[in-house]
């Protein structure tokens, strides 16, 4: 069930949010329902967000325990071409 909902934001920022949504394919209205489920961690009625693949992936990989990515990643070029 829908129901309205009325907000007071600054006019920029409606134009910036309304910008990117239509950027990514979505009202504002869906944007905002896409936020306010984040927020909650309730996921989407239709969830046409992941591929069925991607979904059985999730939580495959360790976490990494590489602190500084940028870091490591110049360590490993530095050794890489001397």
Do not use: C
Not at 2 to 11: C, P, S
Not at 13 to 28: C, P
Not at 63 to 75: G, L, N, P, V
């Amino acid at each position: 069930m829908n129901t309205k909902l009325t907000l007071k934001l600054d006019a920029s920022v409606i134009r910036q949010a309304k910008r990117h949504a239509r950027k990514n394919g979505k009202t504002l209205s869906g944007a905002v329902e896409d936020y306010f489920r984040r927020l909650t961690n309730r996921p989407a009625k239709d969830d046409r967000s992941l591929p069925p693949t991607v979904k059985r992936l999730a939580g495959v990989l360790r976490r990494s325990k590489i602190k500084d990515h940028r870091k490591a990643y110049t360590t490993h070029l530095d050794r890489k071409y001397k």
